[in-house]
């Protein structure tokens, strides 16, 4: 329907994004094979958000550094200002897991981070968008009893990509989720249409694409 109304306006597709969904389990056998043969021939190290609230922010200074390198050649990104950043920081740290949250260093350069949350949109759901007068209290129940998680955000700088950084990311994710025996799917998103090497990196980890987000646009 949509589509229709959007077309019929004058407006057409200019990509698509995929979503994977996949149980949390044990990260697949070759998955770990080959995030362990990576992690032995390149020299980079892999290590989780700093719990200390000091080195926390130096963490997330760190992170806005990877993002604004990794993501600069990206199909429509548009850069945050430090501002923009740090409101989003402020939005999504109370829903952060520290050990979900993973940074690589080449030679201790930072080189990559990939950030996983808790679908809140769980916890929106049984609130029914409204806070008053009892949503607050479903938000507090509901919390700790989050299903599912999403891999919303994941970047490694231009010179330190085609080492294995991201598959060792992914494989990090997973294996931490699983070990926390809170969540039982998980969601990889979103990912351009053309980034051939992430679909295939969705589909090796048990994910099924099972939602399109459309993009569309009409010259102006």
Not at 23 to 44: D, G, H, S, W, Y
Not at 98 to 111: K, Q, S
Not at 159 to 170: C, H, K, L, P, S
Not at 212 to 218: E, L, N, P, Q, S
């Amino acid at each position: 329907y949509y589509q229709d109304l959007l077309v019929k306006a004058g407006l057409a597709k200019s990509m698509d994004l995929f979503a994977y969904n996949s149980p949390v389990t044990p990260p697949p056998e070759r998955i770990k094979r080959l995030a362990q043969r990576v992690m032995k021939r390149n020299n980079f190290t892999i290590r989780t958000l700093s719990k200390d609230k000091k080195n926390r922010r130096k963490d997330i200074e760190t992170v806005f550094r990877i993002y604004s390198k990794a993501w600069e050649r990206n199909w429509g990104f548009v850069p945050l200002t430090k501002a923009e950043f740090d409101h989003l920081v402020d939005t999504l740290l109370p829903i952060v897991l520290p050990e979900m949250v993973f940074i690589a260093e080449v030679e201790n350069e930072p080189a990559g981070f990939c950030l996983t949350i808790p679908d809140y949109n769980y916890v929106l759901q049984k609130m029914k968008g409204k806070i008053l007068p009892f949503g607050w209290l479903k938000a507090l129940y509901y919390k700790n009893k989050i299903p599912g998680l999403r891999v919303i955000t994941m970047g490694v700088v231009k010179e330190f990509q085609n080492r294995g950084i991201d598959i060792v990311f992914y494989y990090n994710s997973y294996k931490k989720a699983y070990e926390l025996k809170r969540f039982v799917d998980s969601e990889l998103s979103w990912i351009l249409e053309t980034n051939d090497m992430m679909n295939r990196i969705g589909r090796s980890l048990g994910g099924k694409k099972y939602k399109t987000y459309r993009i569309f646009d009409k010259k102006i």
